[in-house]
């Protein structure tokens, strides 16, 4: 079996070192990676990019096909950024909201400029970081197939990377609070089974038709394909504290694409929830992550977080085998079900040190 590649972009915060208040400074940080670049540092530093906000950057890993290289490669992404935001006298914190109250800053670019005039608030409010897997794909034809078969998995991957508590400074009384801010997108969220490319071709197409988005580009479906490389692209999940939970939220990706095409390949249907059974699924990751109850991927009902990530690993443990991810997978799921996901990390945290100090070891964690 050929192992599918797996590539994971990471959005993350740039805050002040001793007080962990988000710091505008994306371009001197980016400036400061194309010197070193230029100077013959690695990794090179095409591997950083601006995001919406000047307090973010985001990462992005090659594609890999062992998860021991994909380790790695998160690792390096997170040093390149930590070391450029050093020279701009920052550092980087993996938190999917900034949990301290701050003014978002609008890089100054001419799509993020439109997507402001557009989108007023939604745009102007939205300081947020996702981790992105990318899982390539051998056709469109077999992404389509994959994306209507993965939907109801997803909420689970999104309850395990929950890391956004905060907003604004108040506990949201979510684990993600960043999902429930970037649903105010009018594309955000699950979808409907589109059944062949050209039905989601043709969905694409009317949208932006209509206007309301800037273009294809504003799609920003929870699993799409990519519009530039030959992979679908899983965008539900925070991004994650910890490095060893991103590795983990794109090995079950990868498996979760892995078997699903393989179910498509043998003739079974996609399955059959609603749109808005999914919309539940996914509310109830975002207000529960680990802690409470999620729904049953399988039935809809309510069942413990553990039980529904133990759920999600037995329906791809066939790929994991066979990929040779399968010790790797249970001891990354068994560590974050033991310790709690990032939103477990910020709230324990806060409560012993106040949601400053929270962010700079935040930073600390980031950086391992």
């Known amino acids: 079996m050929t192992v599918r590649s797996v590539g994971v972009e990471e959005e993350l915060l740039l805050v002040a070192a001793e007080t962990g208040q988000p710091l505008a400074v994306a371009e001197s940080a980016l400036k400061a990676a194309c010197q070193a670049g230029e100077n013959g540092a690695e990794p090179e530093p095409r591997a950083l990019e601006f995001e919406l906000q000047r307090q973010q950057l985001e990462t992005a890993t090659k594609p890999c096909r062992l998860l021991s290289e994909l380790s790695e490669e998160l690792r390096q992404g997170r040093a390149l950024a930590a070391a450029a935001a050093a020279e701009a006298g920052a550092r980087v914190a993996a938190l999917a909201t900034s949990p301290v109250q701050v003014k978002p800053d609008l890089v100054r670019k001419g799509r993020y400029l439109m997507m402001a005039q557009e989108y007023g608030l939604t745009a102007h409010e939205q300081l947020t970081c996702g981790c992105h897997v990318h899982v390539g794909i051998a056709s469109p034809d ?32 979510y684990a993600s609070f960043r999902y429930q801010a970037w649903s105010r997108w009018p594309t955000a969220g699950p979808t409907d089974a589109f059944g062949t490319v050209e039905t989601y071709r043709r969905t694409v197409r009317e949208m932006v038709g209509t206007g309301t988005l800037l273009d294809s580009g504003m799609v920003y479906f929870d699993a799409r394909l990519s519009e530039h490389y030959p992979t679908i692209e899983i965008r539900i999940a925070d991004v994650c504290l910890y490095a060893d939970d991103a590795l983990l939220i794109a090995a079950l990706t990868r498996a979760l694409a892995e078997t699903e095409a393989r179910r498509w390949a043998a003739g079974s249907d996609a399955p059959g929830p609603r749109v808005e059974m999914l919309r539940l699924a ?87």
């Open 142 to 173: 077999e992404g389509v197939a994959v994306l209507d078969r993965i939907r109801p998995w997803l909420p689970v991957l999104l309850a395990l990377s929950a890391n956004s508590p905060y907003w604004q400074g108040q506990d949201s009384g």
């Open 282 to 368: 996914s509310w109830r990751a975002s207000r529960s992550g680990l802690e409470h109850t999620l729904l049953n991927p399988v039935s809809g009902l309510p069942e413990s977080a553990p039980v529904a990530a133990n759920a999600l690993f037995d329906h791809v443990r066939d790929a994991l085998d066979e990929a040779g991810d399968t010790i790797t997978v249970r001891e990354l799921l068994d560590g974050v079900l033991a310790r709690g996901n990032g939103a477990a990390f910020q709230r324990g945290t806060s409560r012993e040190a106040g949601l400053q100090q929270m962010i700079v070891r935040a930073a600390d964690v980031t950086a391992r």
